[in-house]
Nanobody
Framework: QVHLVESGGGSVQAGGSLRLSCVAS???????MGWFRQAPGKEREGVAS?????????YYADSVNGRFTISQDNAKNTLYLQMNSLKPEDTALYYC???????????????????????WGQGTQVTVSS
């Protein structure tokens, strides 16, 4: 199985930036990795995803498009989420996830869908104050 360890969460003022990291281990290649977030009382939502073999087929939620950037460093088995121009509504617990099938790479409706993913990190808290 794939084990995911996240880091980089914290507290920041509105307009600031954070970079989240997720280190993957376990010896399995994945098709996609993604970032999800969940605020208290709300459904978990997809934030961004990437097709890991080539680093393309990148999808973003409309709410973060233009502010967040997903990237990877395959040599380090690490996924990143660069978050700029943070807003209070970005406050949430952020999870990274990995998919072992190809069903995650056919548009945002699949890349940002929880059902497409098989492995999950423990979450890292992001808090944005106004």
């Amino acid at each position: 199985q794939v084990h995911l360890v996240e880091s980089g969460g914290g507290s920041v003022q509105a307009g600031g930036s954070l970079r989240l990291s997720c280190v993957a281990s376990g010896g399995y290649n994945t098709f996609c990795m993604g970032w999800f977030r969940q605020a208290p009382g709300k459904e978990r939502e997809g934030v961004a995803s990437i097709y890991t073999p080539s680093g393309d087929r990148i999808y973003y939620a409309d709410s973060v498009n233009g502010r967040f950037t997903i990237s990877q460093d395959n040599a380090k088995n690490t996924l990143y989420l660069q978050m700029n121009s943070l807003k209070p509504e970005d406050t949430a617990l952020y999870y990274c996830a990995a998919a072992r099938s190809h069903e995650c790479l056919y548009g945002a409706s699949t890349g940002l869908a929880m059902r497409s993913y098989n492995y999950w990190g423990q979450g890292t808290q992001v808090t944005v104050s106004s």
